[in-house]
């Protein structure tokens, strides 16, 4: 063991890991690319982009000498009362590409308060308008939205949430629709709609309910109904966003959408922390009112810190480049060819699905759930043949970087057929 996980053995408590019996963890020593190195000097290819972020790859020069650059002038300021030039470029560059009647940007700093903050912004929307009896929120079961008080609150309930069960507040949870249920869901939310506040989904896709894919034209058809019951829609593209699931945002496969959309996770190229609700006109203007009551208070230390809007315009630089669509292209395509490949060789999986640059299957090893032990020794032998793999129980995935190579993403593929 070496003396630096050693140390961290003494000192840290990391994220979703059981402290009993603790595994050593990996130290990364550099990021370049898609490659992790460790204190051996052995590589990785992180093929999940480090928990769904990194978008251009690791040290990417292009970003780091940005950051470098705005470091000295302007670190970090109070963005009450004061404003910069890195969050008033990001937000009229994203403006630009979200939804036309998207217009206004709410900066925070990750993917939880992005949410958190969708919201209590909706449901302040309805008090502000003196309709205090919408305030219930509407999400899909299987749901995940994040992990603070209101985001665990609309997520499923799950192993994630379990001990909170009786302290989180109360959401109509309904199912992701299909032909035989949507009749069925229709009603249900009309039964309550005139108490509903917003109806949060993740669109296209469920990120850590397991990257279960449904259908868009339902979707479509959901939305197209609640929005009629004037419920608040808020897509909650932290994952999907920027080119994930073949589109710069899920919701422009969409017919209708949304009022709300959050961002996170690949905003910054996976450089910085930032997290961003993004709303229309209509939301925003019921905060536009003599009453100093009305307004919506909410702020965190770092929203909109300069250092991380501008790890996003650089990231915003690069995915207006031909190379770098050419290149998430080319992962779909490929994504494709291995997912009937995959279909056509092995029996002991089910489900296989693409997504734009997201490929999903379940090993037939063990329950479908999150605690099974499959996932462990998966990620342990891909580690072992250079691979950084994390499966979501027996969901097995990919959700790589679009810096990868032909032959990286080969071997991402040949250590997922060995260990299969
Ligand atoms: C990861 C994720 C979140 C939470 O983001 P954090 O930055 O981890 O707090 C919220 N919603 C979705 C869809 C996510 O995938």
Redesign the pocket.
């Known amino acids: 063991m070496s003396s630096l996980v050693q140390r961290d053995s003494k000192v840290i408590w990391h994220p979703f890991t059981p402290q009993k019996n603790r595994k050593d963890v990996t130290a990364i020593v550099q990021g370049k690319g898609t490659l992790l190195f460790d204190e051996n000097n052995k590589s990785y290819i992180d093929a999940i982009s480090s928990?769904?972020?990194t978008l251009h790859g690791h040290g990417h020069p292009y970003i780091a000498e940005k950051l470098y650059r705005q470091a000295l002038q302007l670190e970090q300021v109070i963005f009450a009362g004061f404003t910069h030039q890195p969050a008033v470029e990001l937000a009229e560059r994203l403006l630009k590409k979200l939804p036309d009647h998207f217009a206004r940007i709410f900066y925070s700093d990750?993917?939880?308060?992005?949410?958190e903050v969708a919201i209590k912004m909706s449901i302040q929307y309805w008090w502000n308008k003196g309709e205090k009896q919408r305030k219930k929120i509407i999400a899909f079961n299987n749901?995940?939205?994040?992990?603070?008080f209101g985001?665990m609150s609309v997520s499923d309930r799950s192993v994630f949430t379990l001990a909170f069960h009786d302290v989180l507040f109360d959401v109509l949870f309904i199912d992701t629709p299909t032909k035989e249920n949507i009749g069925h869901l229709k009603e249900t939310i009309q039964k309550e709609s005139n108490t509903i506040a917003a109806f949060i989904f993740?669109p296209l896709v469920?990120?850590?309910g397991g990257l279960k894919m449904y259908d868009g034209s339902l979707l479509d058809e959901l939305l197209n109904f609640i929005q009629k019951e004037n419920i608040i829609c808020i897509a909650?593209?932290?994952?999907?966003g920027f080119y994930r699931t073949g589109k710069l945002f899920a919701s422009e496969y969409l017919q209708i959408q949304p009022d709300i959309i959050?961002l996170?996770?690949g905003l910054t190229g996976g450089t910085m922390?930032l997290?961003v609700t993004a709303c229309t006109d209509k939301i925003y203007q019921a905060y536009v009112t003599d009453d100093k009551l009305k307004t919506f208070f909410h702020g965190h230390s770092f929203t909109a810190n300069p250092l991380a809007c501008t790890a996003a315009l650089a990231s915003l630089d690069l995915l207006e480049q031909d190379s770098v669509i050419s290149n998430i292209q080319s992962i779909i395509e490929r994504n494709k060819t291995f997912a009937d490949h995959l279909s056509q060789t092995k029996e002991n999986i089910k489900n296989i699905r693409t997504l734009g640059t997201l490929l999903a299957f379940e090993v037939t090893e063990g329950k479908d759930e999150y605690l099974n032990n499959i996932s462990n020794i998966i990620t342990e032998q891909a580690l072992q043949l250079g691979v950084y793999l994390r499966p979501l129980g027996n969901t097995v995935y990919i959700m790589p970087p679009y810096c990868i190579t032909e032959s990286e993403l080969n071997k991402v593929y040949e250590v997922i057929e060995k260990i299969i």
Do not use: F, L
Request: glycine content about 14%; overall charge negative; hydrophobic content about 25%.
């Open positions: 928990w769904w972020v990750n993917g939880s308060t992005s949410t749901s995940y939205h994040g992990d603070t985001a993740e469920q990120g850590a909650d593209e932290v994952m999907t959050c996170s996770k922390a997290g």
